[in-house]
């Protein structure tokens, strides 16, 4: 690959607190670095319509604490298909874009890749809260929803205990568990239901928390992951019938993809973002930035795609045995 002169910018899926800070960092190192950068407006759509801005050092300010993206994000079915990839290709002839740079999940890296496949060289970098990208030990996003969560799920418990009732929380995280699991260990859940731990409503929900109140415990948590799909209303009904605590359901929803991102994720995204920008300046294409080990390092696009991230169970034992 040679040098890239002209690098595209995409947010894509989901938005992810931290996402404007990536864009800030890739626009400001590229720029010192001499190659020009373009941003491409809500993801693959804006690469197949064109919708394409310049961006330049100062078009970047005051956007690091900022949630959302500027960018704007979207999901493009269209880019799903050859002729959408095709499409795609000519915007950046047209442009002259010849290194892009995509913020989003695992469903955005598929889209790189197989831009990447078409000779458009393309670096991901993870960006959603899920932090489900089995490639990378940390998503950008991931931190500032934890936070959410957690400043969420005090102030139910406030209530919850004053009234000597159970709250079920059920947080966001698609199929995978790890918001669900994480803020579950910072407030202290006496439950936490994720789909990749299977369970049986008598033993791990009713006989423990009715085990519990043994021990002189009054009100309860449960942290559920969106993933198992339950009516939380109706698994309240059940919890409140099986035990005679009052119980109530609440669904956090959007709120936990907001905000203005964490010092964690501002710092992430601006490491990530640099990285990315030097990895295209090396003529390095298809590869994603990831953390491993508490260390930034490239894969490949498609290598990173085919991995599968093993679920956390020795947190989710320790947990259970912790918050009793
Ligand atoms: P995320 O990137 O957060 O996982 P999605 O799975 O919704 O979010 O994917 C975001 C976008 O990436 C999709 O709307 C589509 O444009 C693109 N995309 C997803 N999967 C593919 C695929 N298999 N091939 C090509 N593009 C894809
Ligand atoms: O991937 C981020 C995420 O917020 C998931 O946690 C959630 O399942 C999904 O996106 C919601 O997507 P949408 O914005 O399409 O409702």
């Known amino acids: 690959m040679n040098k890239v002169k002209t690098i595209g910018i995409l947010t894509s899926g989901g938005d992810a607190p931290g996402m404007n800070a990536a864009l800030r960092a890739i626009v400001r190192s590229a720029v010192v670095k001499g190659i020009r950068v373009v941003g491409i407006k809500r993801g693959y759509n804006g690469l197949i319509k064109g919708d394409i801005i310049e961006l330049d050092l100062r078009s970047v300010s005051d956007i690091i604490h900022k949630g959302g993206t500027y960018l704007y994000t979207a999901r493009c079915l269209e880019f799903k298909d050859e002729a959408g990839v095709d499409l795609a290709v000519e915007t950046c002839k047209k442009f002259g874009i010849d290194g892009i740079i995509v913020i989003g999940g695992d469903g955005s890296f598929r889209g790189a890749a ?21 490639a990378s030990d940390y998503t950008i996003g991931f931190n500032t929803a934890l936070e959410t969560i957690c400043e969420c799920v005090d102030k139910i418990r406030d209530t919850s205990q004053s009234h000597d009732r159970c709250s079920i929380v059920e947080v966001m995280g698609r199929d995978a568990g790890w918001l669900a699991l994480e803020s579950g260990i910072a407030v202290g859940a006496t439950i936490i239901l994720v789909k990749e731990i299977p369970f049986d409503f008598q033993k791990d929900v009713i006989d423990r928390i009715n085990r519990t109140i043994k021990t ?22 059940h919890v409140e019938r099986e035990t005679n605590i009052v119980t109530r359901a609440t669904v956090l929803g959007y709120i936990q993809r907001g905000g203005s991102p964490s010092v964690m994720d501002r710092v992430m995204a601006t490491k990530m973002g640099a990285y990315a920008v030097n990895l295209l300046e090396k003529g390095k294409g298809n590869r994603v ?4 080990k508490n260390k930034l390092v490239d894969i490949d696009i498609f290598d990173a795609l085919a991995m599968k991230k093993e679920f956390d169970f020795d947190a989710y034992n320790m947990a259970n045995s912790v918050n009793i």
């Open 114 to 134: 197989d831009l990447s496949a078409k000779g458009i060289p393309c670096v991901g970098i993870p960006g959603t809260i899920d932090n489900d990208i089995a």
């Open 216 to 237: 002189g415990k009054k009100h309860f948590i449960i942290v559920v992951s969106e993933g198992l799909e339950l009516d939380v209303n109706e698994f309240a009904k």
């Open 289 to 292: 930035v990831v953390m491993q």
